[in-house]
């Protein structure tokens, strides 16, 4: 199979050749840090930054080295994840968020609407949409990817966040919550104002790119802990599976046949039937944290959503290349049969990851991956 009919087979929950492979995407590429230990263990120059602002701990994006590790996937960019981003050092950024620099990453700071009413949420600068695009640079990249290469292309998210994450920036995370059961009308108003702005950046994307691309990637948001949701899934139902609804229709309104990725870290099995009921094709990352059964969920829901991710960034990225060897098996073993599943790590690679972890963890994919067919049995490669 070539890259592009890989990846198609799996979401198709066909068995494909071998396991498909992904990096570089929204909640799944490689930070700054880390990204200059490979380029001095490969003896490389750094590419230019697709996010010129580097206002993200992610700014940089590097064919050769998914070549090199023949990732199944390359990705597009609308370029309102870096216009909308703060300054490199700080600052605001275009939904009026203060940011500050600690180390090598930054934290939102006071937030704008913390004192706010109703009435003050019409009059609020929310962030110009069309100011905040390079439809030039997005085009020329899907025309290439899909007209001189095999690759499945996937449109990495148009913001950083969705409707709960932005929410509580804005509000601030206590007040929203408190929001949430004691003030349906702002809340209601505040989260109406956001995916606004998220369905017109949305639209743009999909006016720009939507013949080229076969994975749409939505803005990241977090409904969940290492341990437990952060909300009930009541109220999930109630504020923001109807926010969803709109922006997966959008996308399928544009392209029938494009897959819809949703990011959600933590233990959000308590999401996923309302996820599938929304149109959601694809949950990443599917963090391997104790409070979620890997095996239940793809007994469950594995006929009807793909999984993309499930490898841990934290202790088997961060040891020995052992440990990474005997992750990439575990999670095919759990994941991979009967297609559905697309491995990646599960969150951004982070400046603690030895390179050559890096490099052990697609190898590992490579060879784990692929399934052994014989009069007897399926198995995987070992």
Same mark, same amino acid.
């Given at each position: ?130 100011? $905040? #695009? ?9 025309? *290439?990817?899909?007209?001189?290469? @095999?690759? %499945? =292309? +996937? ?91 709109? $922006? #997966? ?9 494009? *897959?819809?990725?949703?990011?959600? @870290?933590? %233990? =959000? +099995? ?113």
């Amino acid at each position: 199979m070539d890259h592009r009919e890989r990846v198609l087979t799996a979401l198709a929950h066909q068995q494909p050749d071998r396991v498909p492979l992904a990096l570089w995407g929204s909640a799944y590429g490689i930070t700054d840090g880390l990204y200059y230990n490979l380029l001095h263990e490969l003896g490389w120059k750094p590419l230019p930054p697709f996010r010129p602002r580097k206002g993200h701990t992610v700014n940089y994006y590097d064919d050769r080295i998914l070549d090199l590790i023949d990732a199944d996937i390359r990705h597009v960019w609308l370029g309102s994840t870096d216009l909308a981003s703060p300054p490199a050092e700080g600052g605001a950024d275009a939904w009026g968020v203060p940011w500050r620099r600690a180390g090598g990453y930054l934290f939102p700071g006071d937030p704008p609407l913390a004192q706010a009413t109703v009435e003050d949420l019409e009059d609020y600068p929310w962030p110009k949409v069309e100011s $905040l #695009v390079r439809r030039e640079e997005l085009l020329e990249r899907a025309r *290439y990817l899909r007209g001189e290469t @095999d690759y %499945a =292309v +996937a449109a990495r998210a148009v913001a950083s966040y969705g409707p709960f994450e932005q929410a509580c920036q804005l509000r601030g995370t206590e007040q929203f919550m408190i929001d949430l059961l004691t003030d349906e009308d702002f809340a209601v108003a505040l989260i109406h104002q956001i995916v606004g702005v998220l369905h017109r950046w949305l639209e743009i994307y999909l006016d720009t790119v939507a013949p080229y691309i076969d994975i749409m990637e939505l803005p990241g948001d977090d409904y969940a802990s290492q341990t437990a949701p952060l909300i009930s899934p009541r109220l999930f139902d109630k504020y923001f599976k109807p926010c969803w609804q709109k $922006l #997966v229709g959008l996308v399928k309104q544009a392209s029938a046949c494009t *897959y819809v990725l949703f990011h959600s @870290d933590g %233990a =959000v +099995a308590p999401f996923i039937a309302s996820l599938l009921e929304v149109g959601v094709d694809i949950l990443h990352p599917l963090e391997p944290v104790p409070a979620t059964d890997m095996a239940a969920v793809k007994r469950e829901y594995g006929q009807r959503l793909s999984f993309l991710g499930g490898i841990d960034i934290k202790q088997a990225m961060t040891g020995p290349e052992e440990g990474v060897m005997a992750e990439v098996r575990r999670r095919i073993e759990l994941l991979a049969d009967g297609g559905g599943y697309i491995l990646a790590p599960s969150n951004h690679l982070q400046p603690d990851v030895p390179p050559r972890n890096v490099f052990a963890l697609f190898q590992a994919a490579r060879r784990y991956g692929v399934r052994q067919f014989t009069c007897q049995a399926l198995s995987w490669a070992s």
